[in-house]
């Protein structure tokens, strides 16, 4: 079963995106969740089975201005996709995934980006993602 995430699961979402992790950071970002899932800059979700969560994902509602190829003025940007050990390679990520992206346009997003890793790529282009070679990023000190 998949369900939205609601605000006491904030520290399951924090330790799904930063597992085995501690530090200040994480504090941060609890904080950051507690402000953006009531007003909508995140939503998110998670699988369950037997009443325990076993995976979640989450998508950031960014103001990103209209483009040629996009009038919307929002882009969704998939995060925190994490799916427990023991619950890997059973369809659990690709239904959390199907679901950000039928709840994407009911968000005002006809556009949706990710950060992905080598081996979670093939399910990301399964299901529509295409690689951008149009992007560099840039980490200003302090």
Known sequence: MIRAAVLADVPRMVRHRYPGEAGDHLNGYADWLCDALPDG???GWLAERSGQVIGGVGLVRLEWGPT???PSPF???VVNMYVEVEARRQGVA???LATVIQAAPTLGLST???GTTVLARPL????GFAGVATE???RLPG
Do not use: N
């Open 136 to 138: 560099m990023l840039l």
């Open 112 to 114: 949706l980006s990710v």
């Open 41 to 43: 800059r995140y939503h």
């Open 68 to 70: 040629r190829q996009d």
């Open 124 to 127: 990301y282009r399964e299901l």
């Open 75 to 77: 882009r969704g940007r």
């Open 94 to 96: 690709r239904a959390l």
